[in-house]
Structure formats: C-alpha cells, structure tokens
C-alpha cells in the first residue's frame, strides 16, 4: 500500500475514534446554539406530588421541572456545568422553584438509587442525597450504586443506617419512582435530562438535554420579567 495513502487512512481512523469518544455530552456545539425551546400553548396539569420536594419558594410562579436518571451522562454534566446558574439566579431569587422527576431507564441501579433519595427524604436529606448521587456518578450499573454503596452515602450524610437499610430492602419507594417514570413518560420526556419550565396558569416549555444556561435565561426570564416576586 502506498505510504502516503495508508497514513490517510490512519488520520481519518484517528479523527473518527476521537470524534465517537468526545460525541457523549458535547453531541455538537452546533446543535447547543441552534437550540430552540419547544414552546407550547396548552395548559399542562402534570402530577409532582410524588416528585422530589420543592428547591425553592413554594409560592415561585415558575416551575422548573427535571426529568432525570441518577446514572445519566448528560444530567451529571448539566448539574455541574449549568445547575447552580439555575439555583443563584431563579431559585434563589424566587422566581422559580424545581422539583426532580425520576425517569430510571437506563440500568437496575438507576431506579435503586431513585427509590434511595426518597429514604433519605425519610430523614429529611433528599437534595443532600441527590447531590451526591451526581457527585459520585460513575459507568452505568459498574457497581458505584450497589446497595452497598448507596448505604456508605447515607454513612456519609450522618443518617440512621437501620432505618435507611430497612427502607431500602423493602422497595417502601418503588411504586413511587415508578409513578414518576409514567408521569415522564405521560408527558413527553423521552430523553434524560428533560425539563418543563411551567408558569403559574400552567403553560409549559420544554427544554430537551443538558442544555446551558443560556437556553433557560431565554426561556424564563420573559415569562418572569412582569411578575413581582415574592422572596423566599
């Protein structure tokens, strides 16, 4: 084979390994930037109550609402790269509020870990636990959310290891989690993560994948722009 074709060829293989292994997160900065929110004028009833509890005012007039899975790629990268925008500048402020809602598809630990942060809801911990769920986030079902591992975070929270392992070993939550999953399902969520952004009459935008900041910025800040805020 002549020298100068076959070094082509291994260029194009090594451009195509690199583009497949970068692909997971970043899926095209294009995409990213052309990204329109999928604005919708129907009224949206869509049942929290067995969502996580409410981040923020309860009285915010926009809802924020997150459709995920604790072994998600994508959600771990919008937690640390765009979440504590959405925390310092809507919840914070009181201008929204967010409530996470489980879609545990993609392994068996996803939906363990999902009935988890309702046992350490039991002892008043559910966003400590969630946190560090995306925190140690690793391959999905490699083991990082074996029951055994899902027990040392409650270790490291400092809660009752008897009454989280009781709950645990009882599935008290998996009707729940799974109430989510249809609830997801019920209204479109096809992906993780899936966000509706929800005023106060019920009117619903959907914002698909970890999206950046600047995807929410365009989406909230006009419906809350004319809407006095109370602080929490």
Request: charged fraction near 20%.
């Amino acid at each position: 084979m002549n020298k100068k074709i076959a070094l082509a060829i291994a260029f194009v293989a090594l451009v195509t390994v690199v583009g497949i292994a970068s692909s997971s997160y970043y899926s095209t900065l294009v995409e990213m930037q052309q990204y329109k929110p999928n604005m919708s004028k129907q009224i949206l009833d869509i049942n929290l109550k067995n969502g996580s509890p409410v981040l923020g005012s309860e009285n915010a007039p926009i809802t924020i609402v997150e459709f995920g899975d604790y072994q998600c790629e994508a959600c771990y990268h919008w937690f640390h790269n765009t979440r504590a925008d959405i925390i310092d500048n809507y919840i914070k402020t009181g201008k929204a509020k967010l409530v996470f809602l489980d879609l545990p598809f993609l392994g068996r630990d996803s939906i363990t870990a999902a009935q988890a942060t309702y046992c350490a809801e039991d002892q008043g911990k559910y966003w400590d636990y969630h946190n560090i769920l995306y925190n140690f986030q690793e391959e999905i079902d490699n083991g990082w959310a074996s029951k055994d591992r899902l027990v040392a975070f409650a270790f490291n929270l400092e809660m009752n290891l008897d009454e989280f392992s009781d709950c645990m070993d009882t599935s008290k939550y998996n009707k729940r989690v799974k109430a989510n999953y249809d609830e997801a399902v019920k209204h479109g969520a096809e992906a993780t993560p899936t966000f509706i952004i929800i005023t106060s009459d019920g009117t619903p935008t959907k914002i698909r994948g970890a999206q950046p900041y600047s995807a929410f910025l365009k989406v909230i800040d006009p419906l809350t722009s004319a809407i006095p805020i109370e602080q929490p």
